[in-house]
């Protein structure tokens, strides 16, 4: 974290003249004072707080040591940041994390928001704060594209955000089909569903066999009961959303060509069956944000909810020059799991992926993870048996030879740390991996949280804790952050 002041502006008032040489220690003293201890008091290691202007006035006697002038400026530079955070103005923008920032982006200018503009500017997702909203939407679509681990977890909060405030209705209509296959082909977990959609398109409606199309998650039922509420608004999106429906519930990158082509037509038959016999009367655009968030009021939440919505019009942006009212903030996923096998996660990253995917089956991956972490001691109900295997821990029963073959590597590991580090105590494999921890899971996102007490020498020594980050064949970023309090 960092403290950075993107134009500051002095004025200064004297009773007397004073020499260029006292003014400029002055301006050093400023300078010089501790950024990170300031942002560190207000913002967490990932957060962005960002103050679009911020007075700060100080008053000192011209007698006093330049040291002391910066250390009275940094108290009031604290100063004015606590009062600025207390009004409720707009002038303070806050994200946890850049992820929650490009979602909030691409739900505020779908409806035609630009209160934020200067806020995406300072964090480099826009050129420059003067840009329509189409030009934001297009440029945020390029560069959440170049970062693709960010992709499937900003697409899933604009999902989780519809209930009360349509995010994900507003992106579908207002980004690009253009910008929507860049994204889709840009994330692992939804790539190869956006590859074989031309070939899919060709294919009759109905030739999906009846079990690949009947085994929906939780997640995708939600979404196709979203879909069924609106008719002819999912028919104009139809393919962008069966490749959302796909990826959902089964990562691309687990399956082979002919899997991946079946589950894909099986999301479009699903959306298929939903088309309404007549379409619906026009129905007037809702322009103001106001509007959109009562016309929201009883959507469904897409990746938790399972009842069925009721209908809700698709939300138009707003014309331009409007002024929008506040819109609602997006949800932000809060849960901490605690769990006892934190040291489990350490082994994510050196699973050795090329020889593992050479021996297993298109579809084996996940069972052959969920067999690994109970190699490893992990508990069926602990947290740390989703996070290992990328969030969900899948069902059913793995083959002899998956189990077999995940208890082999984990043999391997427990004699390799026998050589590597012989100070551990025996069963050192357990050793390092029974550790409390907290976990923090959304899709395609995993934190482990342990404090900072919990380092141990010998893992440290060996690098096992070293933050994983973007895992692609498994399509998450995996992150360990030791934390001091």
């Not at 939903?274 to 469904?300: F, G």
Request: aromatic share 6%; glycine share 6%; proline share 9%.
């Amino acid at each position: 974290m960092s403290l950075t002041i993107h134009r500051m502006h002095t004025r200064l008032r004297t009773a007397a003249a004073v020499a260029p040489q006292r003014l400029e220690a002055w301006q050093d003293e400023l300078r010089r004072q501790d950024g990170e201890r300031i942002a560190a008091r207000w913002s967490g290691p990932d957060e962005w707080l960002m103050i679009r202007r911020l007075p700060v006035h100080l008053r000192w006697r011209e007698d006093p040591v330049d040291a002391d002038i910066g250390r009275a400026w940094g108290e009031a530079l604290e100063q004015a940041i606590a009062r600025a955070l207390q009004r409720d103005d707009g002038n303070c923008v806050r994200y946890p994390d850049r992820r929650a920032a490009l979602a909030d982006l691409f739900y505020r200018a779908a409806l035609g928001d630009s209160t934020r503009h200067w806020a995406w500017q300072r964090m480099d997702l826009i050129p420059r704060a003067a840009l329509r909203s189409e030009e934001v939407l297009r440029h945020a679509a390029a560069e959440l594209a170049r970062t693709p681990q960010l992709v499937w977890p900003v697409l899933m909060r604009l999902l989780a955000g519809e209930d009360g405030t349509a995010s994900f209705t507003a992106a579908l209509r207002a980004l690009s089909h253009a910008s929507w296959q860049g994204l889709l082909l840009a994330c692992p977990r939804s790539a190869g569903y956006a590859q074989a959609l031309p070939q899919v398109q060709r294919a009759p409606v109905g030739s999906t066999p009846s079990e690949v199309a009947t085994a929906w998650d939780a997640p995708a039922q939600a979404l196709l009961q979203w879909a069924a509420a609106r008719g002819w608004f999912v028919q104009k999106h139809r393919d962008v959303i069966a490749v959302l429906l796909a990826a959902l519930q089964r990562p691309a990158q687990e399956l082979g060509e002919g899997q991946v082509l079946a589950q894909l037509r099986a999301a479009r038959d699903a959306l298929g069956a939903r088309m309404p016999i007549t379409p619906p009367a026009p129905e007037a655009p809702v322009h103001s944000a106001a509007a959109a968030a009562s016309a929201t009021s009883t959507a469904t939440a897409l990746v938790s909810s399972s009842s069925a919505p009721q209908a809700t019009a698709p939300l138009a942006p707003a014309p331009p020059g409007s002024t929008p009212t506040a819109l609602p903030e997006l949800p932000q996923p809060e849960d901490w799991l605690p769990t006892r096998n934190a040291g489990a996660l350490f082994w994510l990253a050196r699973i050795p992926v090329d020889d593992v995917l050479r021996e297993l089956q298109d579809d084996a991956l996940p069972l052959y993870l969920r067999e690994l972490a109970f190699a490893l001691d992990v508990l069926p109900e602990d947290p740390m048996l989703q996070a290992f295997c990328g969030g969900t821990a899948p069902r059913g029963d793995a083959q002899p030879a998956t189990t077999a073959m995940a208890q082999r590597q984990a043999a391997a590991w427990e004699q390799w740390l026998a050589v590597a580090a012989p100070d551990l105590p025996p069963p050192r494999l357990q050793t390092v991996c029974r550790r409390e921890g907290r976990l923090r899971m959304e899709p395609g996102w995993i934190e482990l949280h342990l404090p900072l007490s919990a380092v141990a020498t010998p893992v440290r020594r060996l690098g096992l804790d070293l933050d994983p980050g973007w895992l692609a064949w498994l399509g998450c970023v995996v992150r360990i952050i030791y934390e001091t309090a």
